[in-house]
């Protein structure tokens, strides 16, 4: 009897039916084991993912006051201490551009701070048919005093950065529910009192509201005391008769399938997610997510119905075996026919690339036939010509951010100067009025007997206010001119002759403005006779990058520290230049990395990356010199600057 023997083309086909009836089952159990579960972990995660949006919402609700507040201490801290100018200026902040939310707000001094004779002496403001409505009562010197108040005492240790929010409470004139942001005011590090503004809840509950409804659920809330915030209203009424709020623990009372959940969120620490069997207002089971906001301790809880969680891990689970299987018979199909050929060619186009890989060359890849491995092979070459714009386009961008590094840097010393400008001019004027003064006086004098007395006072008033004058504009004349030069040199490529102290002597009027604003100082140990014939703009240029980098990195959240530039010459005709810091140091695995463009380890909090880049180039291009870092963690840094008194001619392209 004949043996049947099967062709390979019969055993490929054989065999791939069976891999395919085996692949099938073992999607099904994959799917049904293991798919759907993770697509329901999934929705769980996704579920907490929503909370964040929503704490991020509300966070953005609260920020809007807590920047209110924060321009009302920073105006009341700044403002001089004339009642005229407070209700003036306040209640139009207050408004806030008529917001509704907005309840109200005050500033309120410590006993004495506004003025030494005034023992009470605060501003409050409530909105009141739409407008800012200013109320005194606070200032009643028989009353217990609004700085005995908890939201007034909570002020004094706070953070100045951040509100203190006080629990919710029915606001007494209005009975709408509210909560207070209270701010702390400050004058040269001393507490003076606090920034409050009421603001209303009602935009609180929209938000949770709508975020709960477009999840096809709900979502409530509750303070840090346990007092409800929001809940669905057609459930439950949560203001009592008597102005309070209801808490957590009573209404869990009367909706018992809840209390568990409510009593969870009362004690919350972080953030949790609980399966509820049956929820009485979706009438099915759901998933509640807990979460604690953290700006305010609230407990925040979004429900969401089960179904609405499961019905996509079933959905999908269907497609993703119909999917897959399909595609494992459309795949297996094409992979018996074209294997051997496409395994071929693959190999083919895989050797070209290792060949343009190893050779390091920009020759693109022969496409040969315009089939799948062609098409494959001119994908890569258009690849690497994307590429190729791609890093022209960096670079490009690159020096257009190196040139808006230095306008920054020259507009920093703009606001500086103009700052400090302001107390030689203001002394200037203040003399030329006391003159003026003196003049009239001495005017209407004239029309009775004078006698020496009178005009040798007149003369000595005369002489010391004119000699005031002459001071502070001589000081303004000499930062004007600093700065004019610093300016220009910045500002022009232009080659010059200049001696290193004035340069130095340059940079460090134009930066004690700034320096002034923190607690670090700048110490200059520069010799005079240190002649350059080289780029001036370039070189200041070099040494505000380096302050401005000990400012930002070397004295982080210090409050002390200071800088010293020094300056010795060499006997080569060179110059030694170093700028020293006591801070932080920079440790040993990032100095290798610290003149690397757009490299910082301030990303997000203003640090571009291209400062110490930007000195770099500056030093070892147009000043022709090197630069050398030195740092030991925790006791300072050194930048050391050698440079050539003659600088290296610039060679101009064109």
Same mark, same amino acid.
């Given at each position: 009897?004949?043996?049947?023997?099967?062709?390979?083309?019969?055993?490929?086909?054989?065999?791939?039916?069976?891999?395919?009836?085996?692949?099938?089952?073992?999607?099904?159990?994959?799917?049904?084991?293991?798919?759907?579960?993770?697509?329901?972990?999934?929705?769980?995660?996704?579920?907490?993912?929503?909370?964040?949006?929503?704490?991020?919402?509300?966070?953005?609700?609260?920020?809007?006051?807590?920047?209110?507040?924060?321009?009302?201490?920073?105006?009341?801290?700044?403002?001089?201490?004339?009642?005229?100018?407070?209700?003036?200026?306040?209640?139009?902040?207050?408004?806030?551009?008529?917001?509704?939310?907005?309840?109200?707000?005050?500033?309120?001094?410590?006993?004495?701070?506004?003025?030494?004779?005034?023992?009470?002496?605060?501003?409050?403001?409530?909105?009141?048919?739409?407008?800012?409505?200013?109320?005194?009562?606070?200032?009643?010197?028989?009353?217990?005093?609004?700085?005995?108040?908890?939201?007034?005492?909570?002020?004094?240790?706070?953070?100045?950065?951040?509100?203190?929010?006080?629990?919710?409470?029915?606001?007494?004139?209005?009975?709408?529910?509210?909560?207070?942001?209270?701010?702390?005011?400050?004058?040269?590090?001393?507490?003076?009192?606090?920034?409050?503004?009421?603001?209303?809840?009602?935009?609180?509950?929209?938000?949770?509201?709508?975020?709960?409804?477009?999840?096809?659920?709900?979502?409530?809330?509750?303070?840090?005391?346990?007092?409800?915030?929001?809940?669905?209203?057609?459930?439950?009424?949560?203001?009592?008769?008597?102005?309070?709020?209801?808490?957590?623990?009573?209404?869990?009372?009367?909706?018992?399938?809840?209390?568990?959940?409510?009593?969870?969120?009362?004690?919350?620490?972080?953030?949790?997610?609980?399966?509820?069997?049956?929820?009485?207002?979706?009438?099915?089971?759901?998933?509640?997510?807990?979460?604690?906001?953290?700006?305010?301790?609230?407990?925040?809880?979004?429900?969401?119905?089960?179904?609405?969680?499961?019905?996509?891990?079933?959905?999908?689970?269907?497609?993703?075996?119909?999917?897959?299987?399909?595609?494992?018979?459309? =795949? /297996?199909?094409? #992979?018996? &026919? +074209?294997? !051997? @050929?496409?395994?071929?060619?693959?190999?083919?186009?895989?050797?070209?690339?290792?060949?343009?890989?190893?050779?390091?060359?920009?020759?693109?890849?022969?496409?040969?036939?315009?089939?799948?491995?062609?098409?494959?092979?001119?994908?890569?070459?258009?690849?690497?010509?994307?590429?190729?714009?791609?890093?022209?386009?960096?670079?490009?961008?690159?020096?257009?951010?190196?040139?808006?590094?230095?306008?920054?840097?020259?507009?920093?010393?703009?606001?500086?100067?103009?700052?400090?400008?302001?107390?030689?001019?203001?002394?200037?004027?203040?003399?030329?009025?006391?003159?003026?003064?003196?003049?009239?006086?001495?005017?209407?004098?004239?029309?009775?007997?004078?006698?020496?007395?009178?005009?040798?006072?007149?003369?000595?008033? =005369? /002489?010391?206010? #004119?000699? &005031? +004058?002459? !001071? @502070?504009?001589?000081?303004?004349?000499?930062?004007?001119?600093?700065?004019?030069?610093?300016?220009?040199?910045?500002?022009?490529?232009?080659?010059?002759?200049?001696?290193?102290?004035?340069?130095?002597?340059?940079?460090?009027?134009?930066?004690?403005?700034?320096?002034?604003?923190?607690?670090?100082?700048?110490?200059?140990?520069?010799?005079?006779?240190?002649?350059?014939?080289?780029?001036?703009?370039?070189?200041?240029?070099?040494?505000?990058?380096?302050?401005?980098?000990?400012?930002?990195?070397?004295?982080?959240?210090?409050?002390?520290?200071?800088?010293?530039?020094?300056?010795?010459?060499?006997?080569?005709?060179?110059?030694?230049?170093?700028?020293?810091?006591?801070?932080?140091?920079?440790?040993?695995?990032?100095?290798?990395?610290?003149?690397?463009?757009?490299?910082?380890?301030?990303?997000?909090?203003?640090?571009?990356?291209?400062?110490?880049?930007?000195?770099?180039?500056?030093?070892?291009?147009?000043?022709?010199?090197?630069?050398?870092?030195?740092?030991?963690?925790?006791?300072?840094?050194?930048?050391?600057?050698?440079?050539?008194?003659?600088?290296?001619?610039?060679?101009?392209?064109?």
């Amino acid at each position: 009897m004949a043996r049947t023997v099967l062709m390979i083309r019969q055993q490929i086909n054989l065999g791939f039916a069976l891999v395919l009836v085996m692949a099938l089952l073992i999607i099904f159990v994959v799917v049904d084991l293991r798919v759907k579960p993770d697509l329901i972990q999934q929705q769980q995660q996704q579920l907490a993912v929503n909370q964040d949006r929503l704490i991020s919402l509300i966070s953005a609700k609260l920020g809007q006051t807590e920047l209110l507040a924060s321009t009302m201490a920073l105006a009341a801290s700044q403002l001089p201490k004339d009642e005229a100018l407070f209700k003036a200026l306040f209640p139009p902040i207050i408004n806030n551009r008529g917001d509704s939310v907005i309840a109200g707000g005050g500033i309120w001094p410590e006993p004495g701070a506004f003025t030494e004779e005034a023992q009470r002496r605060s501003f409050f403001w409530a909105r009141s048919a739409g407008n800012m409505r200013y109320l005194d009562d606070y200032n009643d010197p028989d009353g217990v005093g609004y700085h005995t108040q908890q939201w007034y005492q909570v002020g004094r240790n706070a953070p100045i950065d951040r509100c203190s929010w006080s629990k919710a409470y029915t606001d007494p004139f209005t009975d709408i529910p509210m909560v207070t942001c209270t701010l702390p005011m400050q004058e040269n590090g001393r507490f003076t009192g606090v920034a409050t503004v009421d603001m209303r809840l009602d935009g609180i509950k929209e938000i949770l509201a709508r975020y709960g409804s477009e999840h096809g659920g709900y979502a409530f809330a509750l303070d840090s005391t346990g007092q409800m915030l929001s809940f669905p209203l057609s459930e439950a009424q949560l203001e009592h008769s008597a102005g309070s709020l209801m808490t957590a623990r009573e209404l869990g009372q009367q909706l018992p399938w809840l209390s568990e959940i409510l009593n969870r969120a009362a004690d919350l620490q972080s953030s949790t997610l609980i399966a509820l069997r049956d929820d009485g207002i979706l009438g099915e089971a759901a998933y509640v997510n807990l979460v604690k906001h953290p700006q305010t301790g609230w407990r925040i809880g979004l429900v969401v119905p089960q179904s609405r969680m499961t019905a996509s891990a079933k959905s999908m689970g269907l497609f993703l075996m119909l999917a897959i299987g399909a595609l494992l018979v459309i =795949v /297996g199909i094409v #992979a018996a &026919i +074209i294997s !051997r @050929n496409l395994l071929g060619l693959i190999k083919q186009t895989t050797q070209q690339i290792r060949e343009l890989i190893h050779g390091e060359t920009a020759q693109a890849l022969d496409t040969g036939a315009m089939n799948e491995i062609g098409e494959l092979r001119q994908a890569v070459n258009a690849y690497g010509d994307k590429l190729k714009s791609l890093l022209n386009h960096l670079e490009n961008v690159k020096d257009e951010l190196v040139q808006s590094e230095k306008l920054a840097s020259l507009g920093s010393l703009v606001s500086g100067i103009a700052h400090e400008l302001n107390t030689p001019i203001g002394n200037a004027m203040m003399s030329s009025t006391a003159i003026a003064d003196a003049k009239r006086h001495f005017s209407r004098q004239l029309s009775h007997q004078v006698t020496r007395n009178d005009l040798n006072n007149f003369i000595e008033d =005369v /002489g010391e206010g #004119a000699e &005031i +004058i002459e !001071r @502070n504009m001589a000081r303004a004349a000499e930062l004007i001119g600093a700065f004019k030069q610093l300016a220009v040199d910045q500002e022009s490529a232009n080659r010059r002759e200049f001696d290193l102290y004035s340069l130095v002597k340059e940079v460090n009027l134009s930066m004690r403005p700034t320096l002034q604003r923190t607690p670090y100082r700048l110490d200059v140990d520069v010799p005079e006779g240190l002649h350059f014939d080289s780029y001036p703009g370039a070189l200041s240029q070099v040494l505000i990058n380096l302050i401005n980098n000990a400012v930002v990195h070397a004295f982080s959240e210090r409050s002390q520290g200071c800088i010293q530039i020094t300056a010795r010459a060499r006997p080569d005709d060179w110059v030694s230049l170093s700028v020293n810091d006591d801070g932080c140091g920079i440790p040993l695995e990032l100095q290798k990395h610290i003149f690397d463009p757009f490299y910082t380890t301030k990303l997000g909090q203003g640090g571009s990356g291209l400062g110490l880049h930007i000195t770099f180039n500056l030093i070892t291009g147009v000043l022709g010199g090197r630069i050398d870092v030195d740092s030991v963690e925790g006791r300072g840094s050194r930048f050391t600057i050698t440079l050539p008194k003659c600088a290296p001619r610039i060679v101009e392209s064109g």
